[in-house]
């Protein structure tokens, strides 16, 4: 049985003293393959040198929508910055993201959010790339974006918020919804409902790590090896075994990232 961890951190500091060696450890426990996703420019560099040093590990680029500085000629900068990146034509970039928007941290910039968001989705469509989103009570918003701005190698729902009107507007987009920590948490009321929502050939699974570490890690650090937990939920709900949940969420993620 191998997994794939479609979203993870591992260019975060939280991983600087020992990066090395968890990555060893995180290969032994059977996760054979995951991303490194960026959220500005350093970690979208970072993400690539990572990918480039170990063939198992693949990169992600793209600005988040809290990742937006100040002045907004520096945003335009950075994109720049972001398209180089994809000018270098490197096979382990697999996606733009995480990109989209983000109402619960950021409320005064919604405008600034959209125009970057959308900026990134032209540039998937012009490199061929999915995106990897990341939305936050930005639903309606972030589905229309969506719906106007045709993304042509579809994408992620990165730690799909459980809400019953969003997933089901992303699956009639044709997106994949990837599950997080979160659906192991007791008090995600409606994990279960959402989870048998999505039909097996559009889930993925991810830890976000160093961030929402499943039950029953809750609170303590993050990495690619509890991808399983998340797993081990959608067996339990969907009723089919863990090795199925495991095949069909790794056979999806080398879809969508078409590796
Ligand atoms: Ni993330």
Not at 190 to 200: F, H
Request: charged share 30%.
């Amino acid at each position: 049985m191998e997994f794939f961890d479609s979203h993870s951190h591992l260019t975060d500091e939280k991983f600087n003293d020992d990066r090395e060696s968890i990555i060893n450890e995180i290969k032994k426990e059977s996760i054979t393959k995951w991303t490194t996703v960026g959220y500005n420019v350093e970690s979208s560099r970072k993400s690539i040198e990572l990918a480039n040093k170990y063939d198992f590990i693949y990169a992600t680029v793209g600005i988040s929508p809290n990742d937006i500085p100040q002045k907004e000629d520096e945003l335009w900068k950075e994109l720049e910055i972001i398209e180089n990146f994809l000018n270098l034509n490197n096979k382990k970039i697999v996606a733009i993201g995480e990109i989209g928007l983000d109402y619960y941290w950021n409320k005064e910039n919604k405008d600034i959010q959209k125009t970057l968001f959308i900026k990134q989705i032209e540039l998937a469509n012009k490199y061929n790339y999915p995106i990897v989103i990341h939305t936050r009570e930005a639903v309606m918003d972030t589905i229309e974006i969506l719906k106007n701005n045709k993304v042509v190698k579809k994408g992620i729902f990165h730690c799909c918020p459980l809400n019953r009107e969003l997933v089901k507007e992303a699956l009639k987009l044709d997106f994949y919804i990837s599950f997080a920590g979160p659906i192991t948490f007791k008090n995600s009321k409606n994990a279960e409902e959402i989870i048998q929502m999505v039909p097996n050939n559009k889930i993925l699974i991810e830890t976000d790590s160093p961030y929402l570490s499943p039950e029953p890690f809750r609170g303590k650090r993050n990495d690619p090896r509890n991808v399983k937990y998340i797993a081990k939920k959608i067996a339990e709900v969907k009723g089919i075994g863990l090795e199925k949940v495991a095949k069909m969420t790794y056979e999806n993620a080398l879809k969508i990232f078409e590796i």
